[in-house]
Every structure is written in C-alpha cells, then in structure tokens.
C-alpha cells in the first residue's frame, strides 16, 4: 500500500485485520498531509444533498464509524473523537433556505432524515450563531471524528496487526511485467508484491505515471484555522457554503476552508486565513473573543467529475487505486479500506463501479456548466 | 479555587458538580506545569507497597477513574486514556526480587491483588524487557491515564458545568477579616469569596505565605523523554526503582524520571536525559532502534513526610489546602476533587485526617534517617 | 536585577561592563515576555513627535545602537538585526496628512531630520503600499533591531562579561532593614545584595507591593502577526495610527499591535487577529498574498502618564526602579541600562529626573482629556 | 536550478548575480532537509588533512565567506553568523595524537596553518574539554557558520536579486529533446529552460533517473543535538574522529553527528542520541548540567569516491549537477555556487575537472581496502 494517509492506512488496516500481509509505504509523515489537516466532518448528508451514487457508499461509510472507533481504541490505544450529533447546513440567504427546504423534502421522501428549522428554532438550538441566519437543515445522522487521530489509528492499528509500516519511503516507479504489477522500487530497490494500491492522495498521478497510467487528479489547496474557549462555543457541527465549523474535545473549535484549484503549495496565505476569518465571525460572532491557535493546510485530491478513483485499474493486472476523495476522504476511508481489501484479496465490490478507475469522465457541473474531460 | 493543574482542576470540577459557582484561577496555562508533564501511572501498589495511609486513599481513587473517563468524555469531548492493564513493578537485583516477593505476600494477605513472576514467565509476557531482568510483581488493578488530558478535561469539565476558567491570573494575596478568609486579590482586584482553595502544587507556599501561612512544602523536579514506535513496544507500564516506561496511544513510550530536590529551574539537562536513556535502554534494549520524541520536565510538590496536605487550614476558616501530592497527583485528583468539594460544601471528611495541613510533620525516611522537622 | 527582558538585561550587562558582580533573575524564561514579542522598532521620532521629555532620552538611546550591535555580537555572537535605514510615518486621511506635515515642521524647526513626502513620491519609494495614502513622512534616523534577539543578547552578553543568569528564579519578597534594601528572597532562600533593580515590566507592582511600594503600572496587552515571502514586500518599516508593518530579515514582515488594557491575559483573540489582519492589508495590499507564518501577543507595561519610571526610589535606599516603557522599551534599554548601571555604581544621572519613581502623576492625554491620577 | 538547499540556493544566488534569469525549485521547504539540519563548521582542513583534490576547493571555499556574509547580510537581512575562530580536532588516545601530529608536519611543509597542542597546553585554552584528552591539532583558518541561516541568505539574497524561488514544486521530470535539455515538468506542467541544475542532494539521483542517467549517490544520515548555556561552554569548534561539538550565538552548543548509510528515514533514534550524549559527556563534561534543547537529523548527500559530482553531465547537453558533498555542502557551497554559475553561464572550470559527473569511480578507502564501483 502506497501512502500513510487516512485511506491508505485504512486499506493497510483491513487488509491486515483479513490476515494479509501488508507493507504500508509513506514518503513523509503517516498522516502529515491532506489527512492529518480535514476537519474529520462526516457530512455524508451535508457534502452530497443525498443525492447521486456517492451518497450511498458514504452513508454505508458513516455507518461503519462506532464499530471502527471501538476497534481502532483497542489495538492502537487512539481515541479517534467519533461524536454523532448530527450537523446544521445553515441558510445565509433566502435563496439558500428555498433550496435547503427542498432538500429536506427530498432526503425525507427517500426516507432519510432531514429537519429543516427556521430562524428563530435554530437560534434557540445554537445560540452561538449570529441572528443573521435565515434557517437551516437538520441532519442528525451526520457527525464527525478527529481526522489525524482517525488516520494515525488506522496505520498503528494495521501495525498492531502484523502489517509493516515504513516512513520516508518515496516510490521511484511501480514495476511491472507483461501488463502485471510485480511491485515498486523504492531508494533504489525493489520490493516485490503481486498487489500494489495506490492511495496517495493528490500525489497518484504522479505515482502511477511511473507505470505510464495517467489518472486525472489535481489538488485543491483547503486553508483552516483553530480557536479555543474554556467553554465550547457550539456542541455541533454547522455548516455553510461558505465556511464550517467543527467542535473539537476541549473547547476547540475548527473552521474550515479555503479553496484553491491546481496547486501543490501548502503555504498559509494571510488573504486566506482573512477570508476565513471574516465569515466565521459574521457567522458565530463570539470567534471573535476566543483564543487564537493556529492556521494550516491540506491539500484535497480532486477528480474531473467529483467522484474518486476506487477499484482495479484496467491496465495493469494486480493494481489498485484509490484516491480522489476530495473533501470526502475522512467518510469514505471505512468503506474504502474494506472494499479495496477485498479486491486485494481477489473478491468482488459491484458497489464500487461507479467509481473504477478507467471511467469515462464527465467535467463536474459548476456554475452551470458541464464539459467532457477526458 | 487557586491552581489550575490536575488537582484544582478536578476541585472545581467537583464543586461545579456540586452546584457551587466556581472560580478557577490558573497564573499561566492550564496543566501548564507538572500536571501536564506526568506520565500519568495509577500507581496505587506499585507505589505505596500496599502500606501508610495513602494506600488506602490511593486505592479508592484509582476506583473512581472508569467512571470519571466516561464522565469526562461526556462534557468535554476529552478521553482521558484511561487503562486499566495493570503494571509491572520489577527487580533488577536480587535484593530488588526478594522485597518485592515479600511486598507481594503482604499484599495477597490483605487481599489485594499482586503477583510475583519469576524472569523467565517476565519474559514470555513482556519479551521487549532485558533479559538481566530478575523477575517482578504484577499489579492487576493499577493502571494509567494520559495526565494532560485528565487534567484539561476537569477544566473544560468544570467549565461546562458553568465554572469560571481564567488562566493568566496571577494571586497577589489571599484577603483574610478576623482569621476568615474573604477572597483574593488579582491583578490589583479584590475577588472575593468565602472559600478559598490553594492547590498551586509546588508554589503552594508561596501563595499561603501571603496570608501569613507556612507550609512546608517544596518541588522536585522529574525529567521524562518519550520514543514512538509503529508497533507498540509494551503493552503494559513496567515499573522499577531507577525508570519507569508507560505506553501510550499509537506506540507512543514515556521514560521517567530523574529527581532533582528543591529547585524551580525546569530546564531539562543534558545529563539527566543521558542517564536516563542509559537506565531505559538497560532494561528495554528495543528503545535503541525507536524514534526520538522529546524531553520535558515538571516539578512535583513535595512534603516533608512524604504526604500531601489535604484539607481545611487550622489558622484562617474558609481556607483549604489540596497539595503536596508529590508522584501521586494525577492518581489522587479524582478523591482529592470529591473530598475537597465536600469540605467546600461544609461537609466532612474523616478520611482526610491524615493529611490535615496542620499536623506534625516527621521527616520521611529516606537512607534510613528519621528525623523530626516541623 | 531582577527581570530577564531587555530592560533588567540591559542593566544586567551594563553593570558587568562596569565590573561589578551581578546577578540576574528572571521568573520565567529570558526574552520570554514583552522583550520577546516587540517589533523592535526604534521609533524614536515616529512614536513621539519629537515632542516631550521621552524624546531626549530616547535620541540619546536609539544613537547607541551602532555600538551596542558591535559589543553584543562580540560578547554573545548574536547579531541584533539593527537596520537604520528609517521609519515611514503615513497619514490615511487629510487630517493626519496635515497634522504629519506641521509636525515635520516642527521637528525640522528643531534640526531633527524628518521629510514630508506627497502621495506620489510615497508610492514611488514604496510600491507595495496601497494606493489610497495621503502621504508620509520620512524619519530617516529612525531605525529597527530584532527585540528577541536584543534581549537574548543583552543578558547572554551580561553572562559572558562574568554575570550570573538563572531562570525560573521567581522573587517572593524584597528584603529590607531600617528603609534599606538588604536583598532579596526567592524560593524561600534570602538573595543578600546592597542593591536591588527591578525591571519586571508589567509586574513590577507585584514585586515592589512586597516592600510596600505601590507603583502605578499596568499592562497594556499588543497582539502581532508575521507573514513572510521570499523577495520582501517591504524595505522599510511603515508606521500608521492603526498598525505597523517591520521587514525583518529573510521576507518576515511583522504587522503589529493592537492594544488592550488592564490584562494579564496573554491569549491571542481570534479577533484582534482578523482586526489587524484587515487593516494590514488595506494599507500592503500584498500581504494577501504571503505566506502566514504566526500569531503571538505581549504585555507592555504602561504608566499612568506615559512616562516610564526610571531610577532610585524615594522609600528606600538601594532600590532601583526600571519599567514603565510601553511601547519604547527595545528603544530605550540601551540607554536605560547605561543610567540604572550608573546609578547602581552611586554615580548621578540628572537625565533621569523626569522619570524619577516618586514624581507626581499627570494622566496622560488621551482623546483630549487630562487628568490628575496619583 | 532543483533543489532549494545550500548548494541549489548558492547556484541560484551566483547566477542571478551574473544578472541570469534564474527559477529555485524545491519539492518542499527551502532549507528544510540535510543544509538545516548541518553544524556549519568550515572544516577545510579539520575534514581532510590538508589532503587531496577537495582541499583545494575547500580552501577557496573558506576564503570566500567574510565577503560572502557581507553580501547575504545586504542583500537578505540575514546574518549567516561566520565565525573564523579556528578548529581544535582533539586526539584521543596516542595513536591518534601520533597521526595528528604528521598530519601538522604535512600541512605545515605545505604552507598551511596547524599547531600541534600538547594535552596541557590544549586544557588551557579550553578548561571546559575532559582531562582524558591526548593533544590535538589547532587548525586557525577552519571556522563556521550557522548553516539554516546560510542556505535560506542565498535563497532570499537570490529572490532579492530578481530570481524566483518556488516552494512545493516537485519535477516529474527532465524534459530533453535530441540528448539536450529542455526543461522540467513539474505538477504536469512544462517549463521550458535551456539549462537545468540538479543540487537535490541524497534526492539527486532519484531526480536524474527520470532523465534516464544514473548517478551513484546515496543518503547518510546524521543525527544531532544542541545544549545551551547562559555563558558558552566553549568559544571554539573541537572535532574527533567519534563528535564534533559548534559553538552557536547566545550559548548553544550544536553536537553531531552519527552516520548511518543508505537510509532516507529522518527519524532520530533514541539509540543514536544516547551514544551521541555519552560521547559528547565524555569529552566535554560540563555538557551534563547544560540545558538539553533538541535532536534533530539530515541526510548527507554521499558518494561511491566521496568526492561530489559538480559539472556538466556528459549524456545531455545543458544538464548541470552539484551534488555528493557529503559532510562539506556548507563549505563548499560558495564554490559550487560559483564556479556552476559560470558554467551556466557557458563557461569553464578547469577546477571542477576531478568533479566531473562522468568520471571513473573508485571505491572510497574505508577500513583499508579499495574496491572499482561504477
């Protein structure tokens, strides 16, 4: 398994947990990139409006959530912070609360749940929230966990287990013979296995053009912030187009994120963390007399079309991709981890279809308009 | 309550339980100073040998921790890694095995759990030990937390019960009216109140000897260093005279600790942690090949008897003493909080009589002198 | 000396380049208050308009600097990133633009060298700056030097030339005997010495309140960031009402500070960072664009006239006063330790008047309004 | 130019210097892995007896940082903290007393400055060096610097110069077309450049590989630690064979290193620090009360012959590479800086001739024997 971020040391984990043997590979730190920056949201409602094919396989992820905790606390010793308590997807605007309403007529129709609730509800619910808000979503399935507690879990878990788990090592290629993968080199040697996955985030182009395969998957930069107060300021997670903030243990409070298509510069911008800034305090005003902690970044791997890479890839017999989660990676790497392990194991995962890695490519609609990629 | 470390934290927890308005007065950060550089052992046997009037306060609250971690977890989102795997006090010596055997058969005949192995059972359980070991007692019911995050979740506990946390406040003295204490002054500024508590640890005198109080009381300074590992390098916290080691979440190991009298430089020297790695790796040789964390210290309060002071003071009513806890702070948080707030609430506590501030004090034994010394 | 800022440090060197034996305490860490969190700038001009009695006092301290930056970098090898090449005082509405123009006159009146420049010729020096300036002046003579470096130096320079420096050595009381000072007492041991400084900053009424001396002094708590790029935004420091903008070595700018009176409180406010971020980018519209690097935040003693108190102090003999300084203490520690050393060697220092410990306090000035304080 | 440390830094500075247009690529942070992590000693002679074809170059090397420092200081704001104060290389048992004393004799016939100390005259100078010392070499025209501050002054003296320095920016690969150099790709992206310089370090042959050249270079990594002292332990750098031991500004004394071959992990080892203390005690003793700072490591850049590869790479016209300098990057990086410069710039160097890429290599002595490689 190449990468110790959260999917890769899922897929390390179950691999390990179904008695395989198992080399998880990171060229920096476990966790020190995208997975060890998210605000662990597990908005499978939130991110998708229940809708489209990523919604079922990550409602199937979110579900997996209180099994994985206890699991990973006992064979890592890591509290992963999985709280359930549902998020509030708020309405900044009128137009907002229109779509919202619709939203939850439609999630409640395909018997999801959905609350929606107006203003003064809300406020009453979230007094932190500045009055300026014009209702919002209820969606209590929703929850979230500690993203870098979560990710470093699942590798130490998958160490616990038997698998081997090395720092520092950078992948020079991915060997392959007839159309087959044999392994990687990696420092100039080569490590044998009928089996590679590759899961390295927004670096698995990269990876796998070593092997001549081209994945379309780019980094989208997210710049975030952390306060803290003595007491928290909100019990729940709320979330907007805009900006989101997540309740961490001990009174911290995370606010996420910036966008910034293409670059694989990790700098903090000062314009950014301004920006940020300025929307989370007109969204919960009370930011503005807690205690500053610090800023940082992550980069998302994102795909043309919005949905990752999971499955085999069809040109090369014995490797497995699985990337592009985009801001979905935290949700999605129970799910993933198990189903990549089962195609590591030689088994079947028809769910993951709409996701293999050689799909035709449809550009994600933004602003209106859709365009072929690939 | 004076002293925002584990033992005021977990006082103000208490009270804010039970329904009193609380104060929590820090001079710097939160679990700034010992508290947060505890490594945290619920060494209730291991410490004491089963013997002296600790034992049994000690006993009772080692019994409160499953609880207070749910309790915890609940208000301040904080999991205080409480583990309950017993720890493992060994022999280096011959001389070492043989008082521990007989430490052991004390203990069984007051029906506490305690277990002698000789080396070669010591090894097949614990294989990381050196094999020079000469065997060891284990201890089933001690255990261990996380010490800074017991400590900040008492805080944040207490916080969400509607106590007042301020750090950064620094007391200029204790105001008394006719031998009754009538608050405090801060900053310049009166707070007033009719109970005041000092649990400032190792500056506990320095804070009474504003109100006129002596208290003999005085720090020890203790440096640790920590190593991670992938795969743990113990399960279980061993336990001997010259080092402890207590593993921790995700492979993390704590070494403890040098002991340094009397003094308030919390420098971490270069020698302390030469000897100290020495001593570490002589008794587990795979810290050698282990990655490198940091070094820290804290400054643990100490008494000349060798006994906390806990409880209300002779000479001014509304004042109670809680410090002096020495190795055994984080161990007696739970009980100390409860009794304390007990006595803040006007009720009694018996159990206490042992380590009232006021009582003669007998020097500890220590290379086999007694001396008196208040 | 007791206070390991720049002040006491100062004073600490000083004294043992006039060969007398020293000993400087520092409760905390060197450098690791006020001293540490300074911008640094030497604003003699800037900060004062070259009006009033700092003024003097502060052209006397910023002209030693040359030589301080040679002496120090011989004695301790830091180099003190002293940098003269000017201070730019801007105006961002007509009204200051008018007032920074009748005070360049009468600065220029007085021979003192300062150059009003039109927005034009501002924005042609200083490209980086917003366009929406009304102008500046240019205080050629006004310059900056790293505060934490300063301080370092200072006392590390001080240790070189024979003192003695200990941290976390925290004052419990001044001694005295019949109106004189007979030392010190710290960690419940007596310190003897015939003189006793106290340069503690914003605590320095909590030290002398121990002797019975009240001294009208309060912190005034600045909040600071710094971003950093790789070729400078800015060559020379620039100096609104609002904030401040310090190039430091290697792209670092540092943007300073907004002011809060009254608290010991160190914690950096989420808002007074994005206060400070909002009007440092109206002013350097590029700092958008640069790398966030950290917040930080210090407290600077204030007085109720806005002088500092410098010298002996009336109520009892071989006590020494130094704190006070505001905003000007990296500027005048220089010459703040020539005068305290020469004092503390029983010399005079008629310049010192002024600021003498006992003088009548006159509110200063703020928003128009005097009044009598003391 | 690839790679943003010592070497990739000086060549960026020299060209645009030579009014070149220059682009500083680094795959992470500039200065962030073996030119950070360096002592900065100036060892010409200390690291080769005066001997073979890198003390030609290392000695040209040496006199040119006085202006150097200059330069960076004016350009940069950044005081690479030279010191020219010589190097002690200490004997510590007789046979080495005896080689150090012909290596004097050898250096002294040649014109070169080395004083043999005999053990008395040796403890005069430096009281703070064991007893158990047997003499050493003084070698008066060694020195150092800080080498962070080094490696980031040409990065930024270079980005004041008009070069653009990007961080983050990992190469794909190097473009060619008809055994010429084009450009890089990097993230996708082209960028089209008649000249490429390949100064990556350990990463350097990973880099070329793309381009379809190998180059025999591999990591060694050295772990270090520092100790600090209000006054300095020492004034001046002492080296054996087993730890060297750099005063820095402000009383930090930098201590290195180990070696360990072939490895690209950067942990530090618990191991390697404790044999490091030991080493360290033993030769300075005072080091056992100094106050323990950090650990930390790098990845030297070695090579079969141990002599770097610095010129044109004889497969691809255009292709530069300066790497392989193992343990005297920092020395040698004005030199390399630049004579490639030069190179780049179309012209010769006959100095580099021993350098070249292309040479026949042979197995550097260690242990006595000589083995052919390439």
Redesign the interface.
């Known amino acids: 398994v190449v990468g110790g971020g959260v999917i890769g040391s899922s897929i390390a984990y179950h691999m390990a947990k179904n008695k395989m043997k198992v080399l998880l590979l990171e060229k920096g730190r476990l966790a020190g990139q995208a997975s060890g920056a998210a605000a662990g949201m597990l908005a499978a409602q939130a991110e998708t409006d229940g809708k489209g094919p990523l919604y079922q396989l990550a409602k199937e992820s979110r579900a997996m959530f209180p099994r994985i905790a206890e699991e990973l606390k006992e064979l890592?010793?890591?509290?992963i912070?999985w709280?359930s308590g549902g998020i509030y997807k708020l309405a900044l605007t009128a137009e907002e609360a229109e779509a919202l309403r619709q939203s939850a007529a439609f999630q409640l129709e395909r018997g999801d749940r959905a609350e929606w609730l107006e203003r003064q509800e809300l406020l009453s619910r979230l007094p932190a929230l500045s009055e300026t808000v014009c209702g919002g979503l209820f969606l209590p399935e929703d929850g979230q966990v500690s993203a870098p507690h979560l990710s470093?879990?699942f590798?130490?878990a998958a160490?616990?287990l038997g698998a081997e788990?090395?720092?520092?090592?950078?992948i020079?290629e991915i060997l392959c013979e007839h159309s087959r993968v044999i392994g990687v080199a990696a420092?100039?040697q080569p490590i044998y296995s009928g089996t590679v996955v590759v899961a390295c985030g927004a670096w698995s182009?990269?990876v796998l053009?070593s092997a001549g395969i081209e994945l379309a998957a780019?980094p989208v930069k997210g710049e975030c912030?952390s306060?803290v107060t003595?007491?928290?300021l909100l019990e729940t997670t709320v979330f907007t187009d805009s900006c989101y903030a997540v309740?961490?243990?001990?009174?911290r409070l995370l606010i996420g994120a910036t966008m910034e298509h293409?670059?694989?510069?990790?700098?903090?911008?000062?314009?950014?963390?301004?920006a940020l800034?300025?929307r989370?305090?007109a969204l919960i005003p009370g930011?503005?007399?807690?205690?500053?902690e610090?800023?940082w970044s992550g980069l998302r791997p994102q795909t043309p079309d919005g949905l990752p890479y999971l499955g085999s890839h069809p040109q090369l017999d014995g490797l497995l991709v699985a990337t592009g989660h985009f801001r979905n990676g935290i949700l999605l790497s129970p799910i993933t981890g198990r189903l990549i392990a089962e195609l590591a194991a030689g088994g079947e995962a028809a769910e993951l279809d709409p996701f293999r890695p050689g799909r035709p490519l449809t550009l994600r609609k933004e602003g209106g308009t859709i365009a072929s990629y690939h």
Chains 1, 2, 3, 4 share one sequence.
């Open positions: 890592s010793g890591i509290d912070g709280v470093l879990a590798a130490k160490a616990a788990v090395r720092e520092f090592v950078e020079d420092g100039g182009s990269r053009s780019y912030f306060v003595h007491k928290a309740p961490k243990a001990g009174g293409g670059t694989f510069d990790r700098a903090v911008t000062a314009g950014g963390i301004a800034l300025a989370a305090q930011i503005a007399r807690a205690e500053w610090q800023a």
